[in-house]
C-alpha cells in the first residue's frame, strides 16, 4: 500500500480495485479501512465525498488517527472490493475548493485581506476575510481580478516537502493539522498561490469555469464573503432564469419591469385591504342596525367566514347603540370558531364571569374585561346552550348570580 491515498496522487481518479484492510463498529455504525481509496475524508474546508464500496453507498469518511475510515450503510464486505467515488460531487468540489484558493490568493495580493476561514456548503460557498468591511467597487474589481486568472489558466500541481524545505518557502498559510508529523503537502497555484493543503483540486483554474461573488455580511469584526463557482453557478442561473420566466408569466411584465410590476401589485393589494377593511366597517354598522331591532335582551348573530377583529368592531358598535342589551356574536366553522360577548352600560351582568361560561360551554377559551369578552370557540354546535345560560343568568340575580357561578 501506498502510504499516500489515491486521492491524493490522482484526483481523477474515479474508481479503484484495493483490498479492506481493517473492519469495525463505531456504535452501530460499520466501517472499512482500505489499502488505498479514491474517497476523500472531511478537512480543510471540503467534505468528505461519497461512493460506494463494492456497491455499497459510502455515507461518510473521516480520518481517525491517521486512518480514513469510510462509513457503511450496513455489515461490511472483506476481502478484494471495487471503490467508486460519487464523481460529479466531488468534481463540484474540486471547482469550490479551488476556486477558495485563488479567491483567497487574489484577496491578500491585490487587498491585503487574509483569509481565516473556508466553508463549502451543498449550495454556496464563503470565505471569511480579515476586513472590516468591504465596499462593492472593491467586490467588482475582486471578481474582475479573479475572471483574469481563470482566463489565465496557470498550471495547478501538489507536490510533498519535508518541513525543513517548507520553512524557506513562501507559503501563504503554514497551518498544519494538529500532531501532524512528516511531509508536508503543498498545492501550487503556478506565479499566485503556494498553500499547505490536504484536499482535491482542478488541475487548471480554467476548470473553474466562472466564479461570481454574491455578497458579503459582517462577521466577528471581518467579513464574510460568500462566492459560487463552477457547474453550480450554471445551476444556479438556470434556477434564477426559470423563476423569472415564471414570475414574468404572473407579473405580465418584462424582466426590467419585473421589481416595478410587482411592487405596483402589491401597493395594490394594500389599496384593496384598505377597502375591504372600510367595506366591513359599513358591514358591520348595518348588522349591529338589524340586530338591535331584534327583539329580546339577548341579540345573537353567526356569521360563517368573518374573523374576531370583525366581531370585535360590531360589539363595540352594538355596546354603543343598544347600551341596555347584550349580543353574543359568533363566526367560522364549529371546531374553528371565535364568539364575542358584549353588554351595554346599563346591563347588570358580571360580563367576564358570563363570558368564561360561555367558552366552557363552547369548548373554547378567552378573556375581557369591562363590556367585551372574546374567545376561540372549538364546538360552536352548542351556541343554543350558550344562549340559554345567559338568559338564566339575565333572569336571575344579575351581576351577583353571574359572579358566584
Ligand atoms: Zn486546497
Known amino acids: 500500500m501506498s502510504h499516500i491515498p489515491a486521492y491524493e496522487r490522482e484526483p481523477y481518479l474515479q474508481s479503484l480495485q484495493t483490498e479492506i484492510a481493517e473492519t469495525g463498529t463505531e456504535g452501530d455504525r460499520h466501517f472499512v479501512v482500505l ?27 473521516l480520518r ?7 462509513y457503511l450503510a450496513g455489515r461490511p464486505p472483506t476481502g478484494q472490493v471495487q471503490v ?3 464523481w460529479t460531487r466531488r468534481f463540484d468540489h474540486m471547482q469550490q475548493h479551488t476556486a477558495q484558493h485563488l479567491l483567497t490568493a487574489v484577496a491578500h495580493d491585490r487587498f491585503g485581506w487574509h483569509t481565516t476561514a473556508f466553508h463549502l456548503g451543498e ?5 471569511e476575510l480579515e476586513a472590516p468591511s468591504v465596499a ?4 467588482a474589481a475582486l471578481e474582475e481580478a479573479v475572471a483574469a486568472e481563470i482566463r489565465a489558466a496557470r498550471p495547478v500541481t501538489a507536490r510533498r516537502v519535508s518541513p525543513e524545505a517548507l520553512a524557506t518557502l513562501p507559503v501563504r498559510t503554514r497551518g498544519l493539522p494538529e500532531g501532524h508529523l512528516g ?5 501550487e497555484i503556478a506565479g499566485i498561490d503556494l498553500n499547505t493543503c490536504g484536499g482535491t483540486h482542478v488541475r487548471s483554474p480554467a476548470e473553474i469555469e ?14 464574510r464573503l460568500r462566492f459560487v463557482a463552477g457547474g453550480r453557478l450554471r445551476r444556479l442561473l438556470a434556477t434564477h432564469h426559470e423563476r423569472n420566466a415564471r414570475l414574468r408569466q404572473l407579473v405580465g411584465t418584462s424582466d426590467d419591469e419585473l421589481v416595478a410590476g410587482v411592487s405596483a401589485r402589491l401597493d395594490q393589494l394594500k389599496e384593496a385591504q384598505r377597502a375591504v377593511r372600510s367595506l366591513e366597517e359599513a358591514l358591520a354598522v348595518e348588522a349591529v342596525r338589524a340586530l338591535a331591532a331584534s327583539p329580546g335582551k339577548i341579540a345573537s348573530a353567526h356569521w360563517p367566514s368573518r374573523d374576531l377583529p370583525f366581531l370585535q368592531r360590531m360589539a363595540k358598535e352594538f355596546t354603543h347603540l343598544v347600551p341596555d342589551r347584550i349580543a353574543l356574536l359568533t363566526t367560522g366553522e364549529d371546531e374553528q370558531g371565535a364568539f364575542v360577548l358584549c353588554a351595554g352600560e346599563g346591563v347588570t351582568i358580571d360580563l367576564p364571569a358570563a363570558g368564561r361560561q360561555v367558552a ?8 375581557g374585561s369591562g363590556r367585551i369578552f372574546q374567545g376561540k370557540a372549538t364546538r360552536l354546535s352548542r351556541l343554543a346552550d350558550a344562549l340559554a345560560r345567559l338568559r338564566s343568568l339575565v333572569e336571575s340575580d344579575g351581576p351577583a348570580a353571574a359572579g358566584r357561578s
Open 183 to 187: 511531509d508536508i503537502r503543498l498545492v
Open 360 to 367: 366552557e360551554i363552547l369548548s373554547g377559551r378567552g378573556g
Open 84 to 86: 467508486d467515488l460519487d
Open 136 to 139: 462593492p467597487a472593491q467586490l
Open 35 to 61: 489499502a488505498d481509496t479514491v474517497l476523500y475524508p472531511e478537512g480543510g474546508g471540503q467534505p468528505a465525498d461519497r461512493g460506494w464500496i463494492a456497491g455499497m453507498p459510502v455515507e461518510n469518511s
Open 123 to 127: 449550495h454556496g460557498s464563503d470565505i
Open 64 to 70: 481517525v488517527e491517521g486512518r480514513i475510515r469510510h
Open 210 to 223: 466562472a466564479l461570481k461573488l454574491l455578497g458579503t455580511e459582517p462577521l466577528r469584526g471581518g467579513t
